[in-house]
């Protein structure tokens, strides 16, 4: 069988220019990255303004397991399957981060015969979005202790510096460290610590910036700290946020690039889906809805988390309502969900496969508590059994649910027909209204609840002292309507990653509140959730390699 990078490798790639063409994007308008990758200016928006947005579809998952559902996988491959019914579709996707690559999850650009390429460009630097955000952000990390050494003007309490540094790789040492050694010369040390780019702040206003202006007022929001009288400080009290938003002057226009099928792509930001909100830029999903006549989008992890996020947050913002919500699953994700082993997977087992089921019929109430129709992509596995799938199709009949085999790893679009067709149908019969799960100005406390309660199916949240207190403190702060962005492990409807399936008798707690201002995010951190993650025993990078020609191989 062909490793990814193998198959990648044999694709005919067309110049970067025919696919813009082929999107209706106009020569002034692309700021080439090579032969193969593209920026696309702002401006494309204006010259489209009058033009009829095309309707947009959520792909979305049951909660990932190590069986694998491939989201991504399923993104692309329905968008090669719809251009191949004669649609101009465009897929919108996040930008990998390289501590996953090189840690245990490996890429983010599909896989098999649904990719986009270049993927060891993609999968890397790509065109700097990611250095550009770490660069951004670490230019207030060091005009925080500029300030400081130069007289502290604005009183900031070295106790109560919210603002880390980053880098985008997976390094646990940096997590927490004390910076400023050395003596006098080199400022005044204090406790300090590294996030994960995706992680960071920026990475997220990036992608939910809608113009310059609009980034740098949300770089200027940002709160780096607190000064003695437990006052908040400002990035624009720094006079930081003009600089910033300079470095990101480019990595705000949303990057084109193709598919294996020669399908275009915007790959653009990359928010993580468990920590932030998951998705890929609005602007990116603006510019395709102008440009194409249906658009697929992914959100980051399960419905719980990345699909939650999307509705309650990226549809109001965007101001659009997805016409149809993708769920993929996979009937070894629902065994393992229903108690099977990662090692006794492939062994035929209708009864937890069916148990199982349960976690995806969560999701799939969810997505039509929101107001979109489901479609169920299963995507297949040869260890599938007819039985199995026999089983699972009836449940979901039962439930009035369209769904369809995907074989879009194996077979490209080709393997995609049959999705694209419910997911067309389910689009042109669609009558979406978005219902979120909470109004933007209930009490912070209670639109949590109302996502664990809702969403999730706990009987309560339990908060800690310390976060009842800081929710107090971010309504006196005028703050009261903020978005929620649940940190939460991916792997459980709830908050812990060990109840599988459908947990119920059940209540999440939130152990502390952490604020993002720029991005206008309270994030209730529930369980273990970590901004700094590190590498495994056996980290992906050691199967990474170059040759003499400056070939890559071993990303998959």
């Known amino acids: 069988m062909k490793s990814d990078i193998e198959i990648a490798h044999e694709a005919k790639l067309l110049p970067i ?10 020569e002034d308008e692309l700021e080439l990255y090579g ?21 947009l579809v959520l792909v979305t998952a049951m909660n990932p397991t190590p069986a694998g559902e491939g989201k991504t996988t399923t993104s692309i491959g329905l968008a090669q399957a719809l251009n191949r019914l004669g649609k101009l579709a465009i897929v919108t996707l996040r930008e990998p981060s390289l501590g996953p690559v090189f840690g245990v999850k490996g890429g983010a650009a599909g896989g098999g015969y649904s990719q986009v390429l270049p993927m060891e460009d993609i999968n890397l630097h790509f065109t700097g979005d990611f250095h550009a955000v770490s660069s951004a952000h670490n230019l207030l990390s060091a005009m925080i202790d500029n300030h400081i050494h130069q007289g502290n003007e604005l009183g900031l309490d070295l106790r109560q510096i919210t603002w880390k540094r980053t880098i985008d790789m997976n390094d646990r040492a940096l997590r927490d460290i004390v910076v400023a050694l050395g003596g006098k010369p080199n400022g005044f040390p204090r406790q300090d610590g590294f996030d994960i780019t995706p992680a960071s702040e920026i990475m997220a206003i990036l992608a939910l910036s809608l113009n310059y202006i609009d980034l740098k007022e949300r770089l200027g929001n940002i709160i780096v700290g607190y000064n003695m009288q437990k006052e908040p400080v400002y990035a624009r009290q720094l006079k930081a946020h003009g600089a910033m938003a300079a470095l990101l002057r480019d990595a705000i226009k949303p990057n084109l690039v193709q598919t294996i099928e020669n399908t275009p792509a915007f790959i653009h930001t990359g928010p993580f889906g468990n920590i932030a909100h998951g998705t890929n830029s609005i602007l990116a999903t603006k510019i395709a809805r102008k440009l194409a006549e249906i658009v697929i989008t992914e959100a980051g992890f399960g419905a719980d988390l990345g699909a939650e996020k999307f ?12 016409r149809a919500a993708v769920i993929v699953a996979s009937i070894r994700a629902m065994k393992f969900h229903g108690g099977v082993s990662k090692k006794h997977l492939n062994e035929e087992n209708v009864e937890a496969a069916l148990k199982g089921f349960e976690n995806l019929e969560k999701h799939i109430e969810n997505v039509r508590k929101w107001g979109i129709p489901p479609v169920v992509a299963l995507n297949r596995f040869p260890t599938d059994t007819e039985a199995e799938i026999k089983a699972i199709g009836e449940k979901l009949d039962a439930l009035g649910v369209p769904w369809a085999l995907s074989e879009v790893w194996a077979k490209g679009g080709e393997g995609g027909i049959e ?10 019969n669609s009558d979406a209204k978005l219902q979120p799960t909470y109004d933007i100005n209930d ?25 009842r207190r800081t929710l107090k403190k971010l309504e006196e702060l005028g703050y009261r309507d903020a978005f929620i962005c649940m940190a939460k492990t991916q792997y459980s409807i709830s908050d812990d990653p060990k109840k599988l399936g459908r947990p119920r008798n059940f209540r999440i707690t939130v152990r502390e509140v952490r604020f993002s201002a720029g991005a206008r995010f309270v994030i209730p951190v529930t369980g273990d959730i970590m901004t700094m993650p590190g590498l495994p025993k056996v980290p992906a990078a050691v199967n990474v390699d170059i040759d003499e020609n400056g070939v890559i191989t071993g990303l998959f």
Do not use: C
């Open 35 to 55: 032969k193969y990758k593209a920026k696309v200016s702002l401006s494309i928006l204006d010259r489209l303004a009058d033009r009829e947005d095309a309707p």
């Open 311 to 322: 509705i309650n947050i990226v549809s109001r913002l965007g101001g659009w309502t997805p």
């Open 419 to 428: 999705l694209a067709r419910k997911v067309l149908e389910t689009v042109e």
């Open 17 to 26: 220019t025919e696919i813009a063409q082929k999107a209706g994007v106009l």
């Open 443 to 467: 009490p912070l406390e209670e639109k949590i609840v109302k996502i664990a309660v809702e969403v999730y199916g706990a009987d309560g949240v339990d908060f800690s002292p310390k976060a």
